[in-house]
């Protein structure tokens, strides 16, 4: 009943690791799906190692966490070992950055071999210049990294896009334009930040950081809503996601798979199949009988 496809990827259910939690290793990503997850994404690497920001990286707000790891990972050589690592069974996504379309490419094209799937975090509030969400600002820059990124692979590509933009229907449609064969809706909101009244420094190293957490899930539901109006590419959800409920507006809203990331902090892997049993239990009450038959029904009639 929950089985679905994205892309020509089957999955058993919608729900998927997002990237930066648990993503790190084989072992958890093998975790992570053995725990029920219908796909998982790896933390977003790059071609070049990079140590991130110093500790503390984390800090949690009301309604969820602010981060600001600053994309740390070992490199695309090494994340490679990792990537072979995972299970065969596993429907595995390698979310990348790159501070150009060249660079993007060339992550891209050396670990198509090992996933279904290539998410671009074109996203990250919080990466070093030139990285993250200064390119996802711009329409013309999301345009030329897709393009590189599916001139050089024949794995389907997901575009993740930043809900910091004024207009994230015209970044979307460019993504599309480009090829993206799908977007994944939202990475981190912000940046945000918090300050340590005794101290009256910032918590963070490096001041601020991305929000996550069930406080950013009505900003990601109305970001899937808007786009969904105005691409035919999938979209997959992401942003607070913690049960079914949530699962169900992120379908109804337009979406065809939701992520998971800050929830897992809280609940461990176990959640996924939480939500799993959640949203079959809703499915039969409700009378639907496949996943499909949700994505965006919040649109009929409006
Ligand atoms: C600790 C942490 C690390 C993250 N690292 C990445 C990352 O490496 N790449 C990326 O695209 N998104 C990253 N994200 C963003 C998540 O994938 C997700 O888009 C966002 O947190 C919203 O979902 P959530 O509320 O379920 O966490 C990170 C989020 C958190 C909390």
Avoid: W
Wanted: proline content about 5%; aromatic content about 6%.
């Amino acid at each position: 009943m929950l089985r679905t496809r994205i892309c020509n990827i089957e999955l058993r259910n919608p729900t998927m690791l997002a990237a930066g939690v648990m993503g790190s290793m084989a072992s958890s990503l093998n975790r992570v799906y053995r725990a029920g997850a219908g796909a998982v994404v790896t933390k977003s690497f790059s071609l070049e190692p990079n140590e991130g920001y110093k500790n503390p990286t984390t800090v949690e707000v009301t309604g969820g966490i602010i981060n600001a790891i600053g994309l740390s990972n070992p490199g695309v050589e090494a994340f490679k070992e990792e990537l072979r690592g995972v299970d065969d069974d596993v429907p595995l996504i390698a979310s990348i950055y790159g501070s150009s379309p060249e660079e993007f490419a060339r992550v891209a094209a050396s670990v198509e071999d090992y996933v279904d799937m290539i998410e671009l975090n074109v996203s990250c509030p919080h990466a070093m210049a030139g990285c993250g969400a200064s390119i996802g600002q711009d329409a013309g820059l999301t345009f030329r990294v897709v393009s590189a990124v599916k001139d050089a692979v024949g794995v389907p590509v997901s575009t993740k896009l930043t809900p910091n933009v004024t207009d994230i229907v015209e970044i979307a449609k460019s993504a599309e334009d480009a090829g993206s064969d799908a977007l994944t809706l939202i990475n981190s909101l912000g940046p945000g930040m918090k300050i340590d009244i005794k101290t009256a420094k910032p918590v963070l190293s490096n001041a601020f950081g991305g929000m996550s957490g069930p406080a950013i899930k009505p900003v990601a539901v109305r970001c899937v809503y808007d786009v969904y109006r105005s691409v035919e590419i999938p979209i997959i959800g992401a942003g607070g996601v913690r049960d079914f409920r949530d699962a169900v507006e992120f379908l109804f809203a337009g979406a065809v798979a939701v992520q998971v990331g800050t929830a897992i902090m809280y609940d461990g892997p176990e959640i996924f199949m939480g939500i799993c049993r959640g949203l079959e239990r809703f499915m039969i009450e409700e009378g639907f009988s496949s996943v499909d038959e949700m994505v965006g029904l919040a649109h009929e009639g409006v």
